[in-house]
C-alpha cells in the first residue's frame, strides 16, 4: 500500500498569515492526490484533486502543489473559517490511502 | 445539492453484523460510484472499498474483504455497507462518501459504531 505522510500533525497560525501542510508519498503517485478539510461540527470537504486543481467552491487562496512524492497544500492570508483538519489522499492505485492528517489551529 | 443521508448511530454485541445505509440524493444515483470510509477514534481514515450503483461492481480494501459487504438499492437510491463478526477493532465511525471514480467528492456525516457488550 502506498504510505502517505503528514509530517507535522499540528500547526498554529494566525488569521492573515500563510501556512503550507505537506503530504509525502512512499512511491511516487504522479499527481493522483487530493485534500480534504473537516471541521468540527461539518462533513469531510474535497478542496482539492489531481494535485493542484480546485474543487468548484474552494477558495482562490487554497492552492496544492506538487506531483510524484512531495506535496504541498498553501492557504494565504488565514481567515477564521480555515482552520479545521486537513488529509491528503492518494488514488494513483488502490487501495485508496490517507495521510494521518494535519490540524490547523488558530494561535 | 448533493445530499447522503446516514443511518443513525449503532450499538452492537461483540460477534454480531450491522448494515448501515446511506440514501443518495440530488444527483443522479447511477453516476458515481459510492466508497465507503472508516475512522477509528483519534485515528487516520481508511478506505474499505467502492460500489459501483450502475453495475453493481465492488472493489474492497484486501483488509475489509472479509469484514465487509456492500451493496446498493437502486430503486430507493440507498447504498449499504454490512459488517460481519463485530470486534471492538470495529468501533469507529463509517462515512458513505460519493466519487467521480477514485476521487472522492462528497462525505455523508458519518456513523458510529460501539461495538460493546
Known amino acids: 500500500d502506498v504510505q502517505m505522510t503528514q509530517s507535522l500533525s499540528y500547526l498554529a497560525a494566525s488569521p492573515g498569515e500563510s501556512v503550507s501542510i505537506s503530504c509525502k508519498a512512499s512511491k511516487s503517485i504522479s499527481n493522483y492526490l487530493a485534500w480534504y478539510q473537516q471541521k468540527p461540527g461539518e462533513a469531510y470537504k474535497l478542496l482539492i484533486y489531481s494535485g493542484s486543481t480546485l474543487q468548484s467552491g474552494t477558495p482562490s487562496r487554497f492552492s496544492g502543489s506538487g506531483s510524484g512524492t512531495d506535496f504541498t497544500l498553501t492557504i494565504r492570508s488565514l481567515e477564521p473559517e480555515d482552520f479545521g483538519l486537513y488529509y491528503c489522499q492518494q488514488y494513483y492505485e488502490k487501495p485508496l490511502t490517507f495521510g494521518s492528517g494535519t490540524k490547523l489551529e488558530i494561535k | 445539492q448533493v445530499n447522503l443521508l446516514q443511518s443513525g448511530a449503532a450499538l452492537v454485541k461483540p460477534g454480531a453484523s450491522v448494515k448501515l445505509s446511506c440514501k443518495a440524493s440530488g444527483y443522479t444515483f447511477t453516476d458515481y460510484y459510492i466508497h ?62 460519493l466519487g467521480a471514480m477514485m476521487v472522492i467528492g462528497y462525505w455523508g456525516q458519518g456513523v458510529m459504531v460501539t461495538v460493546s457488550s
Open chain 2, 36 to 97: 465507503w470510509v472508516k475512522q477509528s477514534h483519534g485515528k487516520s481514515l481508511e478506505w474499505i472499498g467502492y460500489i459501483n450503483p450502475n453495475s453493481g461492481y465492488t472493489n474492497y480494501n484486501e483488509k475489509f474483504k472479509s469484514k465487509a459487504t456492500l451493496t446498493v438499492d437502486k430503486s430507493t437510491n440507498t447504498a449499504y455497507m454490512e459488517l460481519s463478526r463485530l470486534t471492538s477493532e470495529d468501533s469507529a465511525t463509517y462515512y458513505c462518501t
